[in-house]
């Protein structure tokens, strides 16, 4: 029994479980959409909120542009750019066997500064975030102050009084740990088996305490959760249910409003937004696309991508269930090679807040990730790691889905208008050798196919 159903009991009231069940790659445009100005009010936080955690990253901006001197060229602003990609669209179009209207672009979160994935937004903000509230309680800082003051020994030195713990697939951890040594906090990440061995060296490098579990994702958040209730000097940084790093997230999207004018891209109701965001426990894309929301209302369109082995948030929506089952639960067995997707269970508060804020959800198997990862460096010389490209098939899911197309208002000409934004979560961090044998992998896939 799960959740007090038979699996052939579920098979019959909810059928893509049973695609889901098998591994295949499957799409659900969620029939309960809702428009902002009913949906937002879910989230339980406001416009208000994003401007709140923005205005605190301007005032770590001098801070950072110090501390970590990749960050000068953006003045200490944590961002990516955007970038078109004219010559993969052909060859996805020619992939999926379909034709593909509109214009598509990636986010490229791969690059940006510090830890080289999305978790340089939420991660590195709940982390300023505890240093701020942290140091204007001690004393050490005032609001109005230069925040280049906290790289010092003395800041240091205050921090190290305090501990931070966190749980993570390998992303997170490095984001926490990276930033959280910098101030001085002694970190401890905690670990889940199919984090890659160069993130816990790249980790131990920087002082940071690695402590490693047998076993998945769940288990190393439980492990960091019981480490820190012990220790009232320790904050524990709450991957599946943390607002913090939500409204860190949620800040993207602001920014990249900007750069779409700036590239002369108009978003409204005639020109929709598409965005594909790969969806681990959620808080990653949930912010981002909370602040799409905000800044673009009903005119973006957001879509969640997870691996064929990792369905948790499309399980949890789709059956309501959201943190309550797992995976697991129906015998899938939750391993892949998309570091950071590798998660059972979805975040409670991240599917119940944005269920009727998200157009649709789909899965794409680990084979398709390394053969997009070869087709975007043969295409574009991008090179992402396998979870970045799970954004990527996402315009073809659309195009499939007529009845979705219909329900959501969009005719062949808004289509035509329409921008699609893939989010590229991670890479630039990637070693050489490993990267090497993603794109092996990925080519030796591409040309079997090819026969
Ligand atoms: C963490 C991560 C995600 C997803 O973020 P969640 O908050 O776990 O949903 C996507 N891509 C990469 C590379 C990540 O590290």
Known sequence: MISGKTLEGWYASHPLIRDLVALQETSWFNPAVAPVAQALGDVGLTAADVADASARLARFASYLQRAFPETAGSKGIIESDIQPLLQLSPLLAERYGQALQGALWLKRDSHLPISGSIKARGGIYEVLKHAEDLALAGGLLALDDDYAVLDSDRARAFFGQYKIAVGSTGNLGMSIGIMGAALGFQVTVHMSADARQWKKDRLRSHGVTVVEYASDYSVAVEQGRKQAEADPTCHFVDDENS???????????????????????????????????????????????????????????????????????????????????????????????????????????????????????????????????????????LRLEPSALAGVPGIARVHADRGYQARAGLDSQTMANATHLVWATGGNMVPADEMQAYLAKGRQLLENAAG
């Open 243 to 381: 607002v913090n790093l939500f409204l860190g997230y949620s800040v993207a999207a602001e920014r990249l409003k900007g750069q779409l004018t700036q590239a002369g891209i108009a978003v409204d109701a005639q020109h929709p937004l598409f965005v594909y965001l790969p969806c681990g426990v959620g808080g990653a894309p949930g912010g981002v696309a909370f602040g799409l929301k905000l800044a673009f209302g009903d005119a973006v369109h957001c879509i969640f991508a997870e691996p064929t082995h990792s369905p948790c948030m499309f399980l949890g929506v789709y059956t309501g269930l959201h943190d309550k089952i797992s995976v697991q639960d129906f015998g899938i067995d939750n391993v892949t090679a998309a570091d950071g997707l590798a998660v059972g269970r979805a975040s409670g508060f991240v599917g119940q807040a944005m269920q009727r804020l998200l157009d649709g959800f789909y899965t794409v198997s680990d084979e398709e990730l390394y053969c997009l990862l070869a087709l975007m460096e043969r295409s574009e010389g």
